[in-house]
């Protein structure tokens, strides 16, 4: 005989007619509700997976993963501190940057973040060149007063590409006439888009030699950006880089410019887990009411197995079994639905969008338009096991009631 018995008559009874088909119905309903509760989990979480990894790469493409700078005078020794840092483990880019406030006065007036890059060394450490979608990145050239401005900036302050603007710095410069604020006049050459309003509302990149004029920095840069194989090393390697230049700077890196922002997607992911989880909880409990009636149905066969000897502890196995396959083949179909879901998300909101037709994400309102996904093993894992451990656990009380099924009791009436 096959053994061990409880998987014998657990999986007899699962594949067996019943005579009460609605019991059999009550079960494909549970089966069926924890495939769609793990569906629905998998493609939310990978939902969100996909924006915090969107929305990391496009804060990422502006931002560099750390940064060392001067304090108070800036960093006048910049060659040293970029050779340094090629020299470093993880780093794969350094380039130095100078960093002021600024006013821009277009048709309108707006602030601005003015950063003075250079051209050739700048797309080492940022995605800006990539992001041009009017003009030329290489169109900056020391000299020639060239700027790049975000996109809404631009729009803000009036100022289209081939047009002039003044810029003025919060500085001021005594002459014959009295003092006069220190200001320059650049000839917009690039307009870019990163996506991120935080950035195509605030930002305008010029030449490094430009913006040291503009603000008399003489010789010294605001301090140099990093790029790394490994943006979880950013802490480390920037403090590593400190420690080689010697003296006192100031060393930041992106998870403490954007901390507040990551910070909040993962308490959403983790709120979101918990909801979604319940959900895939109340599913798998249906598995109690299908097994309890069940039970109730194999009141003779329970009994009649206890006379020839079965004890209680593999009567309750028979029906753990029974409840545990009925659960893993729900969590197996929810899984591969899940990934094909989560893998076809944008597709299916194409799709809906064509039948219904609407936009569930007008491109001009959001800046992400599409639902990226990313569907991550760690999750999968963490799911299905969550999934699994809730079957086995709907699966005791029923099996627990089974065997305590008397046998007198069950067969009086037969």
């Known amino acids: 005989m096959f053994r061990p018995l409880e998987i014998f008559i657990g999986l007899r009874y699962t594949r067996a007619k019943r005579r009460n088909h609605f019991i059999s119905f009550i079960s494909l309903v549970s089966m069926l509700g924890i495939a769609l509760g793990v569906t629905a989990l998998i493609t939310v979480i990978s939902v969100m997976n996909g924006f915090e990894l969107e929305l990391r790469q496009r804060i990422l493409g502006m931002v560099a993963h750390a940064s060392v700078s001067g304090v108070g005078e800036g960093l006048p020794d910049w060659q040293g501190a970029v050779r340094a840092a090629n020299d470093v483990e993880h780093v794969i ?19 601005a973040i003015v950063r003075g890059v250079l051209p050739d060394v700048e797309p080492g450490v940022s995605d800006i060149a990539s992001n041009i979608v ?21 729009l803000w302050a009036g100022a289209r590409l081939g047009e002039s603007v003044l810029v003025y710095a919060p500085q001021s410069r005594a002459t014959p006439a009295g003092v006069v604020p220190q200001m320059r006049r650049f000839k917009v050459v690039g307009i870019f ?13 010029v030449h490094m030699e430009d913006a040291a004029r503009l603000y008399r920095m003489g010789d010294n840069v605001t301090g140099v950006r990093l790029k790394l194989d490994d943006m979880f090393q950013s802490r480390s390697v920037a403090r590593q ?22 910070r909040a997607i993962a308490t959403e992911k983790v709120v979101m887990f918990l909801i979604m989880s319940i959900i895939v909880g109340v599913a798998t409990f249906n598995l109690v009411s299908s097994l309890v009636m069940l039970v109730t149905d194999k009141q003779s066969d329970i009994a009649i197995l206890r006379t020839l000897g079965m004890r209680p502890r593999t009567v309750m196995g028979i029906f753990m079994v029974q409840g545990v ?24 909101m194409q799709g809906l ?37 809730l079957s086995v656990l709907a699966t005791i009380y029923p099996a627990w009631r089974a065997a305590r099924t008397h046998p007198v009791e069950a067969l009086r009436y037969e």
């Not at 290489?138 to 790049?148: A, C, N, Q, R, T």
């Not at 893993?328 to 597709?347: D, K, W």
Request: charged share 20%; proline share 3%; glycine share 12%.
């Open 93 to 111: 880019g350094a380039a130095p940057y100078i960093e002021r406030e600024g006013m821009l006065q277009g048709t309108r007036v707006s602030g």
């Open 134 to 154: 009017e003009g030329s990145w290489s169109d900056l050239k020391p000299g020639e007063y060239g700027i790049v401005l975000g996109r809404e900036l631009s």
């Open 193 to 205: 888009e990163a996506g991120m309003q935080e950035y195509d509302r605030s930002m305008a990149f």
């Open 241 to 262: 880089l400190a420690d080689i230049m010697g003296g006192f700077y100031r060393v930041s890196d992106w998870t403490q410019e954007h901390s507040n922002f990551f």
């Open 325 to 348: 396959l009925i659960g893993t083949i729900g969590i197996v179909i929810g899984t591969v639905c899940g990934i094909l879901l989560a893998e076809n998300v944008t597709n299916v």
């Open 353 to 389: 969008e064509r039948v219904f037709g609407f936009q569930l994400m007008p491109a001009e309102i959001y800046y992400i338009s599409d639902l990226p996904s990313d569907v991550r093993l760690y999750d999968l894992v963490r799911i299905v096991s969550l999934s699994f451990v």
